[in-house]
């Protein structure tokens, strides 16, 4: 981990908001589903002399000299990625995951086309289709939903006839606040009779495909996946486009660029190959499953308490809580109480929710991040028991007080890799 030095001289102030971040995370607990902690590894490498480098184009074909570490190490990261998602190709260049998703529409369809996504409050992600987004003045985006709440099971009879009707040029599976796993081979089977491709969105679940905790969609003939590399999977904020068939990487790697982004952060990819190879460890295996044991007892604890989850568990790292009904208060003042106890999560929509994402119904909340602590299914229940005792005593401000020192003391048992409190 970098010791800050230089960055306490020259500028306490950026240093003073660097040392507070710190300290929330060492203190609180994470469990927004999305975030986790990296290595002090990918850490000193997001730091490192590659971002002092331009190296638009790819490896053995850049504008720009210089180029012989900055090829080595995005062959090394590309490399690693194919091997840890059976892929035949690899562009690990995108800079976030909406930029990954954004080229890989403009690769693989014209202006006007059809994209089948997941509805956005049945857990769908933005980019997938949501009108607030500028892409949908591009492409043509219709959606699919859960048919039961209850289970998660998504209709696939409905899917099949939208797509029928509809004829989109792309199907996509994926999500940011859905708790089941897809059917792929039911999703690809359609995308087969409609002539479109087959895109995976797994930016949440990254981390449990390349740890076989989670089925990976080439399995099952997808022809895309794409996704971050921050969340589940554990690496640096950024983003990644793999194909199965070698000649459908060509046109990604076009729309990536010089088709949408400029030069890559080669920081970032360097960090993603670091990250590639902690996940290929065994040891990543054993993490990604855990992720879904603690996730599995949180949900049964919240259940037992007569807490209602949007479809009555999990089989992945997240949970949706409908505060609502579970609780009598909002997602936004359930997210304001746990804050208060120095537990983070976030306010979400639920299916088809009534209120406005502002202030909707539920809370969102995954177990990827407490996991890297080393934390299991006794801390999941224990963590289960700060929330409810929050809703229980939300009007008493001396026991939210109190519960707060409790979660930082429960916390000092669990260190964050890569940040020392001692910096
Ligand atoms: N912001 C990410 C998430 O929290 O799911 C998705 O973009």
Not at 149 to 164: F, K, N, P, R, S
Request: hydrophobic share 40%; charged share 20%; aromatic share 8%.
């Amino acid at each position: 981990m970098p010791n800050y030095d230089s960055l306490k001289q020259r500028d306490p102030d950026t240093y003073a908001a660097v040392r507070g971040e710190m300290q929330r995370q060492i203190e609180g607990v994470e469990l927004i589903p999305s975030e986790n902690y990296i290595s002090a590894a990918v850490m000193e490498t997001m730091a490192s002399v590659f971002n002092n480098k331009y190296s638009e184009g790819y490896p053995g074909r850049r504008y720009y000299g210089g180029q012989i570490y900055a090829d080595r190490v995005e062959s090394i990261a590309i490399d690693r990625a194919k091997q840890l998602f059976s892929a035949a190709h690899a562009n690990v260049q995108p800079h976030a995951g909406a930029p990954a998703n954004i080229a890989t529409y403009f690769a693989l369809l014209e202006p006007g086309d059809t994209v089948l996504g997941m509805d956005l409050s049945h857990g769908g992600h933005l980019t997938h289709g949501h009108p607030v987004t500028y892409i949908t003045k591009i492409f043509n985006f219709v959606r699919y939903k859960m048919q039961d709440i209850e289970t998660g099971e998504i209709d696939y009879d409905e899917m099949l006839a939208v797509a029928l009707r509809e004829k989109p040029k792309l199907i996509l599976a994926g999500f940011s606040a859905y708790p089941r796993e897809l059917d792929y081979a039911k999703m690809k089977a359609i995308a087969e009779q409609v002539g479109a491709y087959a895109v995976a969105d797994m930016a949440h679940i990254a981390g449990l495909i390349a740890g076989n905790a989670a089925r990976n969609p080439f399995d099952d003939g997808f022809d895309v996946i794409l996704s971050t590399t921050h969340k589940s999977l554990r690496g640096p904020r950024g983003g990644l486009i793999l194909t199965r068939q070698a000649e459908l990487g060509k046109k990604i790697d076009k729309a990536v660029f010089p088709g949408f982004q400029g030069g890559p952060i080669m920081q970032m990819v360097a960090a993603k190959a670091v990250a590639f190879k902690e996940a290929l460890q065994p040891e990543f295996q054993q993490y990604a499953k855990q992720i879904i044991v603690n996730a599995q007892c949180m949900a049964n604890k919240f259940m037992q308490s007569g807490a209602r989850l949007i479809t009555n568990g999990t089989d992945n790292h997240l949970l949706l809580i409908d505060c609502v009904q579970s609780w009598d208060i909002s997602g936004q003042q359930a997210e304001q109480l746990f804050d208060r106890i120095g537990i983070t999560l976030n306010k979400n929509i639920i299916a088809d929710d009534p209120r406005k994402p502002m202030d909707p119904s539920g809370v969102r909340l995954g177990t990827p991040a407490v996991t890297t602590r080393g934390m299991q299914e006794s801390e999941m229940e224990k963590l289960v028991e700060f929330m409810l005792t929050a809703v229980a005593k939300r009007d008493d401000e001396t026991a939210l007080q109190k519960l707060h020192e409790e979660v930082k003391t429960f916390c000092k048992g669990y260190p964050v890799p890569g940040i020392s409190a001692e910096c």
